[in-house]
C-alpha cells in the first residue's frame, strides 16, 4: 500500500522557520521524483518544490527561502521552510510526479499524495 505521510506543520510567526518531513513507504524514491505542493483556503494549488537527479525544482514564490531534502535511505523528504511569510500559510502536501528544473507535474493517481500539513504563519 502507497502512503505518503506529512508532519512538521505548525503555527509560527513571520520570518520564523520550519521544517517539514514526508515519510513514504510502499514504493521507493529510486523509482518516484517527490515533491511539495500546497493549497491556501480559496487558492489554487501551487507546486512549490520538487527533488530529480538533475537538481531541484522551486517555485518563484520560495525561491531562496525552502529548500527540498532526500533521504533514500529511508524513503524521507524534506522542506525547510526560512523566512516564512504569512502568504506561505496553507496546507502542505507531498506527493510522487516528475521534476524538472522547470516545473513538478503530479501524479494522476492521488494514492500517490499525501493528506498533508498544515502550516499558519502571523504576521
Known amino acids: 500500500e502507497v502512503q505518503l505521510v506529512e508532519s512538521g506543520g505548525g503555527l509560527v510567526q513571520a520570518g520564523g522557520s520550519l521544517r517539514l518531513s514526508c515519510a513514504a513507504s510502499g514504493f521507493s524514491f529510486d523509482n518516484y521524483q517527490i515533491g511539495w505542493f500546497r493549497q491556501a483556503p480559496g487558492q489554487e494549488r501551487e507546486e512549490v518544490s520538487c527533488f530529480s537527479n538533475s537538481g531541484a525544482y522551486y517555485a518563484d514564490s520560495v525561491k531562496g527561502r525552502f529548500t527540498i531534502s532526500i533521504d533514500n535511505s529511508n524513503n524521507t523528504a524534506y522542506l525547510q521552510m526560512n523566512s516564512l511569510k504569512p502568504e506561505d500559510t496553507a496546507v502542505y502536501h507531498c506527493?510522487?510526479?516528475?521534476?524538472?528544473?522547470?516545473?513538478?507535474?503530479?501524479?494522476?493517481?492521488?494514492?500517490?499524495w499525501g493528506k498533508g500539513t498544515l502550516v499558519t504563519v502571523s504576521s
Open positions: 506527493a510522487a510526479g516528475h521534476c524538472s528544473g522547470r516545473s513538478f507535474i503530479l501524479m494522476y493517481d492521488r494514492n500517490y
